[in-house]
């Protein structure tokens, strides 16, 4: 597993964030430990660090890889884990959020994330929650199901309708190689897979990723120790839209600012990065520091 998984971005979140020993650290979407193991190695500071995953499989990899090492590791979504961690009164010197899908979760064809691999309609970073993409794809109504391709997939509203349209048509639809093909089918040849976008609406909406974003954000730095650095990891527009404007109005409010930014621009993969790992090529880092 572990070679199966390459953090993105690992160098320019070590310099940006710049861990130091003894720093505490919350690792938001620790997945398989990749950014974590690395700042670990740094601070050398276990028992004052959290690791987070909503994904059953990146816990029991967390529990193997730090056994021992008496870090905390919550299993749970990241936004219920900053209300768990604000209740308990506890602060960090360093938080990051990769808000990707991890590799393993893409290539685990059962898992349902790829557009490559014949799988169920799952798409559930938490199989401990009901909805699935199945249940979207099968059940939603072809109204519905245009409205999310044009908000999560940035579809244009005709082609978004046609797709919804076709899906409807053709029910049930039992796999995600059943669902790319008839997407493939309806498409003009494109450089990326025509069903890109419209797998990215479903996963999106399957484990509320934008919503959870949205209300994790502003409170964050409450649980920042004062010069403690928030390092934050997109992966497509949307998500990054969020982070760049919460930033932006965080960092406003002259000495009433809780947030100074760092990165004047989000930081990208270099080509040696994109040769190693392709899917780092959409990463956006952007970091900032409590005031």
């Known amino acids: 597993m572990e070679k199966l998984h390459i953090p993105v971005l690992l160098s320019e979140v070590l310099a940006e964030?710049?861990?130091q020993p003894g720093e505490s650290y919350l690792d938001l979407t620790a997945g398989y430990g990749g950014h974590a193991g690395s700042i670990l190695d740094v601070?050398?500071?276990?028992?004052?660090?959290?690791?987070?995953?909503?994904?059953?499989?990146?816990?029991n990899h967390l529990e193997n890889k730090f056994e021992g090492r008496g870090l905390t590791l919550k299993h749970t979504d990241f936004y219920s884990a900053v209300?768990?961690?604000?209740?308990?009164?506890?602060?960090?010197?360093?938080?990051?959020?990769?808000?990707?899908?991890?590799?393993?979760?893409?290539?685990?064809?059962?898992?349902g994330f790829s557009l490559k691999a014949d799988g169920p309609l799952d798409m559930r970073m938490d199989r401990r929650q009901s909805l699935t993409a199945d249940d979207i794809v099968n059940h939603w109504s072809e109204r519905e199901l245009a409205e999310i391709f044009t908000k999560y997939g940035e579809e244009k509203a005709g082609r978004a309708k046609l797709l919804a349209r076709e899906i409807v048509h053709h029910r049930p639809i039992k796999t995600t190689i059943e669902l790319a093909d008839l997407i493939k089918s309806k498409s003009k040849y494109s450089k990326t897979h025509p069903a890109t976008r419209i797998f990215q609406a479903i996963r999106i909406v399957v484990n509320d990723e934008l919503g959870c974003i949205e209300k994790t954000l502003p409170l964050l730095p409450?649980?920042?120790?004062?010069?403690?650095?928030?390092?934050?990891?997109?992966?497509h527009s949307l998500e990054d839209r969020l982070v760049k404007?919460?930033?932006?109005?965080?960092?406003?409010?002259?000495?009433?600012?809780?947030?100074?930014?760092?990165?004047?621009?989000?930081?990208?993969?270099?080509?040696?990065?994109?040769?190693?790992n392709p899917r780092s090529r959409s990463a956006k880092l952007r970091v900032a520091e409590r005031i």
């Open 222 to 235: 409450k649980l920042l120790n004062k010069n403690g650095r928030l390092g934050l990891i997109t992966f």
């Open 43 to 59: 601070t050398q500071n276990y028992k004052d660090s959290v690791l987070v995953d909503r994904d059953e499989f990146a816990i």
């Open 245 to 276: 404007d919460y930033f932006k109005e965080a960092s406003s409010y002259g000495e009433e600012s809780e947030l100074k930014i760092l990165t004047k621009k989000p930081i990208v993969a270099e080509n040696q990065e994109l040769v190693i």
């Open 83 to 111: 209300l768990q961690l604000l209740e308990c009164g506890k602060t960090f010197d360093l938080i990051l959020a990769d808000f990707g899908v991890s590799s393993p979760q893409l290539d685990m064809e059962d898992r």
């Open 17 to 19: 964030m710049n861990p």
